[in-house]
């Protein structure tokens, strides 16, 4: 808390962890908590109020908050006034083990109950006590009118539906997000039109299978996922609509048709296949088997031509041999993803595949994970390089990381691009001819009108 101009300021600090529909969680935190008189601040000495939006998909993520809460656990010695809060998966799997584990955390808040922040932190103000809510109706969804403070100032994350129904044996997500929910069609046009008129000139549809939007106990709603994009597609000033994650099972072909004929729907589908051999895909639980995956791609590539396909894959997998990583290594020649994020399989508690037999050694994981990284990579590298002196249109996002004087964009294929500043300004569109081409940016220069 500081006194500025004789005014009273109070400041969170929300560490985000995880997905982009834990980002998009803390952006409605944040919103709730600006109407209580929090601004955000990235000083966490200065923090009133602190929040981990957790992640545990992966043990890993765990290490990294358990690591964080030690930290924070001295700040709290320092400033005992200071609210600490854990939000997120990691909060709705522990619950109050975490506040038995480290009582210094104030309060413990549920994957449903993103809209109750405000409610529990003026109770934790007014009472000092420990609060932990992980309850979960299975029809029950977020509230709708929740304020929302929008990281930064081109794409906007909007969420159409949350947990997921599919349990696939490595996977927490429907343990901790629930059964899947979606929103009305008129609330998430709603808010795409909203972001719009604050200048967004890009748009995220988010959840864990768009695919399943609109189904209700498992059966077709009037309004399936491919409306929605037709829907968003029409909201007036939008320019790039994108969307994640697909499951293969339930991309259909109107779907694809849409995606064909929309004018703003982007060229980029992420398709998790998670893994190449349909003995590790049965054993994953994924319910589609590499030929049908195979013939849906083959759809989706005569209808866009100039789609760009990326996945997901899981090395490591309880029961994984040679052969199934061989099978796994032609796989990804055969269907050349324009690139790949990789993972090691990590044990999961609550999940069928972390008790079942045949775990990997981490040296064998690893040394897969660099082999199909290898395999990839070169992939990449061939696809780009077939752009090397095309024109693309890109989106300009700003300064690039390491260079003031080089700014980058995305292309509507999602492809990052690189190219010397001139009198661009983040939100304009541009052509750039691809000059040099590498594995994972292409870089190029802006043609002139």
Not at 83 to 106: N, S, Y
Not at 232 to 249: C, L, N, Q, W, Y
Not at 306 to 320: H, N, Q, R, S, Y
């Amino acid at each position: 808390m500081k006194i500025i101009d004789g005014k009273v300021h109070r400041f969170a600090e929300i560490v985000v962890y995880g997905c982009q529909m834990n980002v998009s969680d803390a952006e409605r935190m944040e919103g709730q908590l600006e109407t209580i008189g929090y601004e955000r601040t990235e000083n966490r000495e200065e923090a009133d109020l602190i929040l981990l939006n957790t992640c545990c998909v992966r043990e890993t993520a765990e290490d990294k908050v358990y690591g964080k809460i030690g930290e924070i656990k001295h700040l709290k010695e320092k400033n005992p006034a200071l609210i600490f809060g854990i939000t997120g998966c990691m909060a709705q799997k522990e619950g109050d083990a975490l506040i038995a584990r480290a009582p210094h955390i104030d309060f413990v808040l549920g994957t449903n109950k993103v809209h109750e922040l405000t409610r529990v932190v003026r109770e934790i103000e007014a009472e000092r006590g420990h609060i932990v809510d992980t309850s979960f109706g299975e029809t029950e969804l977020p509230k709708q009118d929740a304020p929302i403070a929008r990281e930064g100032t081109l794409s906007a994350w909007v969420p159409i539906m949350y947990g997921c129904n599919n349990f696939c044996t490595y996977c927490i997500v429907p343990y901790v997000r629930g059964r899947e929910r979606s929103r009305a069609p008129q609330d998430v046009v709603r808010e795409v039109e909203q972001a719009v008129q604050q200048g967004y000139k890009e748009v995220t549809l988010l959840g864990q299978n768009v695919n399943s939007y609109g189904k209700v106990n498992g059966k077709p709603g009037e309004t399936d996922f491919a409306d929605l994009l037709a829907m968003v597609d029409a909201v007036p000033g939008i320019e790039r609509v994108r969307f994640m994650t697909s499951h293969p099972k339930d991309l259909s072909d109107k779907l694809i048709e849409t995606i064909a004929r929309g004018k703003h729907l982007c060229e980029h589908i992420h398709l998790p296949v998670q893994y190449g051999s349909n003995r590790m895909l049965k054993a994953m639980n994924r319910v589609y088997t590499v030929e049908s995956y195979k013939a849906l791609v083959g759809r989706i590539r005569a209808a866009i031509p100039d789609v760009a396909l990326t996945t997901d894959l899981i090395v490591g997998f309880p029961g994984e041999t040679d052969e199934d990583f061989e099978e796994m290594l032609d796989f990804l020649r055969e269907i050349r993803y324009d690139s790949a994020y990789t993972f090691l399989y990590s044990k999961r508690s609550g999940t069928p595949a972390a008790n079942m037999e045949g775990q990997v050694p981490e040296s064998v994981k690893k040394e897969r994970l660099n082999a199909l990284m290898a395999v990839q990579n070169e992939i990449s590298l061939a696809i780009n390089e077939k752009l090397r002196g095309t024109e693309q249109e890109v989106l300009v996002e700003g300064p690039s990381k390491h260079d003031a004087a080089v700014w980058q964009g995305r292309t509507r294929q999602n492809k990052l691009v690189l190219f010397p500043h001139t009198d661009e300004a983040p939100g304009d569109f541009r052509r750039i001819r691809i000059t040099h081409p590498q594995t994972w940016v292409l870089k190029g220069e802006v043609l002139r009108p």
